[in-house]
């Protein structure tokens, strides 16, 4: 009987290992999940929220994250909420692409799950679906507003970006970068939407007063540019909404080629250089 006692001892490590290996600690900041070319850092801690959308070395993220007003109280960032982060590993991905973080509040419990598809090296492409759930923990109807910025910073660059909202229900935010092109798609639309320059979001956000989006679509001018949307909800007794979306990444690298009027140039330059004789100097002979 010992024995086999001890024989089941190296098959529970086994599984101990495996479970913890499936999720990360629920303490954890900090955050990185990946999936081929591609990865992401998510703090559910800080206000810096979801960072880093790295793609074959060029980051083309550098903030997305939530905040959430009650009835006619001022917005607060999700950080603001004790949070419970875990990280999980698909079933077919040999790499872990799959992050979980509960908000936990005395009126709600958010939940956001996002899932990171890359490509092969080299193919500058990836894409992210995201899900949001808000569950309404009281025993009547929660006045539950939820938003979502979002600025990208396509194929490393923040100068050129155009941001735009459109689709025939307004549900998708488009930003481009010459040919580098986001568009994200959501479901349900948004109540109000909006674009502009990041600043403008992240003082309306936390001005400490009830705000709400302009509902401009843009496009913006060529610049840092930013989106935001808004689902305002009435959400029924221990009762729970849910926002699904899909977010696609493609962008280009330019390289620098001159033009054949500057080959020109400094081809001629070259030619003189190549030719050029050093001037020989003579000495006055001393009489």
């Not at 990946?34 to 550098?62: F, M, R």
């Not at 990171?116 to 009547?140: F, W």
Request: charged residues 10%.
């Amino acid at each position: 009987m010992l024995r086999r006692m001890y024989s089941y001892l190296p098959l529970a490590a086994a599984a101990l290992i495996a479970a913890s290996a499936l999720s990360s600690s629920a303490s954890a900041a900090l955050v990185t999940i990946s999936s081929k070319g591609s990865s992401l850092d998510i703090n559910a801690t800080s206000p810096t929220g979801v960072t880093n959308w790295n793609v074959d070395g060029v980051n083309n993220l550098t903030q997305m994250w939530f905040w959430y007003r009650i009835g006619n109280n001022a917005e607060k960032s999700f950080d603001t909420i004790s949070s419970v982060v875990s990280i999980s590993k698909a079933p077919l991905s040999p790499t872990f692409n799959k992050v979980t973080a509960i908000f936990n509040d005395p009126s709600f419990t958010a939940t956001y799950t996002g899932t990171l598809t890359g490509q092969p090296a080299g193919a500058h492409r990836s894409s992210m679906v995201d899900r949001i759930e808000i569950a309404n923990k009281t025993g009547s109807t929660l006045d539950y507003t939820f938003f979502q910025y979002v600025n990208l910073q396509l194929a490393g660059d923040i100068l050129n970006d155009v941001a735009s909202v459109g689709g025939a229900l307004q549900n998708t935010a488009t930003q481009t970068d010459g040919l580098s092109i986001s568009q994200t798609i959501t479901t349900p639309p948004p109540t109000l939407y909006q674009v502009g320059i990041p600043a403008s979001f992240l003082t309306l956000l936390n001005d400490g007063a009830a705000s709400n989006l302009s509902d401009s679509g843009g496009p913006t001018l060529p610049s840092d540019s930013a989106w935001a949307f808004q689902w305002n909800f009435h959400i029924a007794a221990h009762s729970s909404v849910f926002i699904s979306e899909t977010r696609s990444l493609q962008f280009t690298v330019t390289t620098f080629v001159p033009e054949p009027a500057s080959l020109g140039i400094l081809g001629a330059f070259a030619a003189m250089a190549l030719t050029r004789r050093p001037v020989r100097r003579v000495r006055p002979i001393a009489g």
